[in-house]
């Protein structure tokens, strides 16, 4: 791995590891603010003219995607649109299943789907789990779609990755959850009600069936998308139907409550895909732990697989204080992908006391900035550079700009190129 991107995209993520012989792998792109900045761009515009060209000449490229939130996955439908051939490869997650199997999300997501308004970004979260693998396989060929769970593995240039979260079975989702689609599942099987019904519940069973088939194939099989996605077109004709059942509202007001959409949005988080670097010896530059979204409580399941120290890490959940984990993982660096959003959260103060180098997208949400006014970094030592550890202000890529930092990453938008010093100033290169 010779460098990576952070892209300051607000409170979103996309990540960019360059490989050794030109590829590139890209993981997660999306945003939940439309504009970047007061006085940026529009994330799709964004997109369109920085991101795509940014690696249109390199090697080869792949997409990996930790799970279905906007924030993450939306960029990932814009390249596509205007490059369907963009990407090699786009491993997707396969949503776990429960005690013997059961896909709680995607019953769920299937409920949501039927009796929420698609007018919500909530209903929006749902079908993208839903149909994440059978748009994929339109739009890059079902060739391209990779889908992986813990024990997959996959290449950037020579170097192997391994998902070490979450496993296929034996998920453990909120409570919430299982009881509301036990709940819905004893409405729909009411005696009395219209034959629709019945058909839905028959269609959920085929279609997280053809779901499962569909993932058991690496890469996809294309007749195999195009049968889950027939199933779920026949589900969507069947919503004017189902709108009409005396159970609709009922249906709706549980799955509108608070508590159960937070509970859904958290297990998509805790069903994020979490991977690292395989070693071919001991430890070394290339050890990276990328954790997208995932929870403590994902990450302390999958700590077992994990080694005991990081070149990089990414810290989960945009580094907010709820997902800080309390782990015994040394990292030399540590990658935060932040900005100012109304549902976000403030970046953990924990992370300004780790003996690590923090790379962060924007500070808006820096507890740590707001209150002493300087970067976090100022008085951190990098042990990156080869001569000895050096202080962050003393590094070539903070003194030259364009210059590559001896860390190897770049946190990078229209406005600027920094590599670790959040409050310096300077202009984005375009090469480096």
Same mark, same amino acid.
């Given at each position: 791995?010779?460098?990576?991107?952070?892209?300051?995209?607000?409170?979103?993520?996309?990540?960019?590891?360059?490989?050794?012989?030109?590829?590139?792998?890209?993981?997660?792109?999306?945003?939940?603010?439309?504009?970047?900045?007061?006085?940026?761009?529009?994330?799709?515009?964004?997109?369109?003219?920085?991101?795509?060209?940014?690696?249109?000449?390199?090697?080869?490229?792949?997409?990996?995607?930790?799970?279905?939130?906007?924030?993450?996955?939306?960029?990932?439908?814009r390249i596509l649109e205007a490059a369907p051939g963009y990407f090699g490869a786009l491993y997707l997650p396969v949503p776990p299943g429960g005690e013997?199997?059961?896909?709680? +999300?995607?019953?769920?997501?299937?409920?949501?789907?039927?009796?929420?308004?698609?007018?919500?970004?909530?209903?929006?979260?749902?079908?993208?789990? +839903?149909?994440?693998?059978?748009?994929?396989?339109r739009r890059a060929g079902a060739g391209a779609v990779f889908p992986v769970r813990e024990g997959d593995g996959f290449f950037l240039d020579g170097a192997e990755y391994e998902v070490i979260w979450p496993p296929e079975t034996g998920f453990v989702f909120p409570p919430e959850l299982t009881e509301t689609v036990?709940?819905?599942?004893?409405?729909?099987?009411?005696?009395?009600?219209?034959?629709?019904?019945?058909?839905?519940?028959?269609?959920?069973?085929?279609?997280?069936?053809?779901?499962?088939?569909?993932?058991?194939?690496?890469?996809?099989?294309?007749e195999d998308a195009e049968e889950t996605r027939a199933l779920y077109n026949r589900i969507e004709a069947l919503i004017p139907e189902l709108l009409l059942l005396p159970c609709a509202g009922d249906a709706a007001a549980l799955l509108a409550a608070g508590e159960t959409q937070d509970a859904y949005s958290g297990a998509l988080n805790a069903a994020c895909a979490v991977f690292q670097n395989v070693r071919r010896g001991g430890p070394g530059p290339d050890d990276i732990l990328m954790t997208g979204d995932a929870p403590p409580e994902s990450i302390l399941a999958a700590s077992?697989?994990?080694?005991?120290?990081?070149?990089?890490?990414?810290a989960p959940h945009h580094g907010t204080a709820g997902y800080f984990f309390p782990l015994e993982i040394a990292a030399d660096h540590i990658l935060i992908s932040n900005g100012p959003y109304r549902g976000g959260g403030e970046i953990a103060s924990g992370y300004a006391e780790l003996p690590a180098v923090?790379?962060?997208?924007?500070?808006?949400?820096?507890?740590?900035?707001?209150?002493?006014?300087?970067?976090?970094?100022? +008085?951190? +030592?990098?042990?990156?550079?080869?001569?000895?550890a050096i202080l962050p202000v003393r590094?070539?890529?903070?003194?030259?700009?364009?210059?590559?930092p001896p860390c190897r990453?770049?946190?990078?938008?229209?406005?600027?190129?920094?590599?670790?010093?959040?409050?310096?100033?300077?202009?984005?290169?375009?090469n480096f």
């Open positions: 791995m010779r460098w990576i991107d952070l892209h300051d995209v607000g409170w979103g993520e996309c990540i960019v590891l360059g490989g050794d012989r030109g590829g590139i792998l890209m993981v997660d792109c999306g945003s939940s603010n439309l504009k970047l900045g007061e006085n940026g761009p529009g994330f799709y515009e964004y997109v369109a003219d920085s991101i795509i060209p940014r690696y249109r000449e390199a090697e080869s490229r792949s997409f990996f995607l930790t799970h279905c939130h906007r924030d993450h996955l939306c960029g990932l439908w013997e199997g059961r896909p709680i +999300l995607l019953e769920f997501a299937l409920y949501a789907a039927v009796f929420l308004s698609r007018l919500t970004g909530y209903a929006r979260v749902n079908v993208s789990v +839903l149909t994440l693998f059978t748009r994929a396989a036990d709940a819905l599942d004893a409405m729909l099987s009411a005696p009395f009600l219209p034959p629709c019904a019945r058909e839905f519940l028959a269609l959920r069973e085929r279609f997280c069936a053809s779901y499962h088939h569909m993932c058991s194939a690496s890469p996809v099989r294309g077992a697989r994990m080694y005991d120290g990081y070149s990089v890490l990414k923090r790379h962060c997208s924007g500070n808006a949400a820096c507890s740590y900035y707001k209150e002493y006014g300087s970067c976090c970094n100022r +008085l951190a +030592l990098c042990g990156a550079p080869p001569g000895g590094c070539p890529a903070a003194a030259r700009p364009g210059a590559r990453v770049r946190v990078v938008s229209r406005e600027k190129n920094l590599s670790c010093l959040c409050d310096a100033g300077r202009r984005a290169q375009k």
